[in-house]
């Protein structure tokens, strides 16, 4: 082979990955941004005046509320416009508005912050998916979503360790008084602190190779179900989205309520600080999400390449089984090192979004992948987010009516949500498979010229 030659093969194979990485590590950043009100919420409710429910409203539903509004708009800016300038305006937006919340001086300042967090995070993963799915074949593309998706896990990781670093430092040394700011508290400058460097990494979407910037669509066939209408699919799948929105968004459902009041339970329940709190924690999140995410990429695409077409519900049926069982273990742990150790295993069992959106591209027609990523996004969010850190708030005020039961609110989340996505991983193997198989003959499963 010519040496010239050589070298774009080289380039070509490599830039796959290169999508990858740096997608990943926007991600990164975004859960820096989306994660750090939950080592605020004492301070914050100090300051404002506020209880745990109007804190769950900021951390989950003012936050994600938006990202879904926002959801099915930024599926079609990225099936409409190119996607790096999509994707760089979504960064830039979220991390302005992270460091405006650093600003808010009432409970409605700093609610419109968290809306603009959510509508600029909104881009993120329909673009992801539908780059990453455009470069990888589906015998590697389960790996592929989890790679990427490991940038959750990192990012919630060092939200905790960095992010209580710097609450700790910055408590420190107090009040900041600066020139046409004001006087910001603590909690307020670490939201600055955090914000402002997604800025700083927004242009590096544009290192990602320009061909990802139109959906590729290859030739197929008049009666191919690449050629189908969105609402022709969704009418055509619509037990197998029910299932899969369904049952993914109990899962994120529970993720979003440990990840938010976990941090809180440790602080109220053994009194350790938020350094301590955000450093065990981190090194949870880290090693049990890593694990998860890269075990569970690499375990269903070999099943699927033994022809197991129900690969990703099957694992995920066992791996909600897993998260209920470590969820209850880590509330019942009698000191913080336990009650770490149960949820490093629940981080495990809970890091399988990356197996749901490369399901859902395995099962989506390359012109559609955005706007159904997005209606998938939505559906989850609106889910898990939204009601996640809402419902464990709402059992602590309204069932419980005392702060300090805030463990038996996780855990009451744990053993009633759980145990459904259990139900709907299970029933719906069969629609899974069979929307899988759908697409067994199509273009779709035509490995990218251009990455191979």
Known sequence: MPPGQAGNTANTVGRPWRTVFILQFLYVVSMLDRNLMALLVQPIKQTLGISDFAISLLQGTAFGLFYALCGFFAGWLLDTFPRRRVVFCGVTLWSLSTAGCGLASSFWQLLVGRFGVG?????????SYAMISDQFPP???????????????????MSLLLGGLAVG????????????LGTLAPW???????GLPGVIAAPMVFLIWRGVDRPKVPQVRAGDPENMAL???LSSRWRYLAFHFFAYGMVTLVAYGQSAWVPTYLLREFHVNIAEAGAGLAMASAGGGLVGFLVSGHVTDRWQARGMLDAHFRYSTWAAVGLTLSGVAAMLAPSPALVICATSGAYVSMSISGIAAANLQLATPAHLRARVSSLYIIAVNVT???CGPSVVAAFTDFLFHDPARVGSSI???????GPLAVIGFHFGRRASASALDHLSDAAFWTEPAESH
């Open 119 to 127: 509508s600029g995070e909104a881009v993120l993963s329909p673009a």
């Open 384 to 386: 898990g987010l939204c």
């Open 169 to 180: 430092w910055l408590t420190t040394r107090g009040s900041l008084t600066l020139p046409l």
């Open 411 to 417: 855990m009451l989340t744990y053993v009633i949500f």
């Open 139 to 157: 015998r590697k593309l389960g790996f592929a979503m989890g790679v990427w998706a490991t940038g959750s896990t990192l990012g919630g990781a």
């Open 188 to 194: 307020q400058q670490a939201f600055l602190l955090v």
């Open 231 to 233: 609402g022709a699919f």
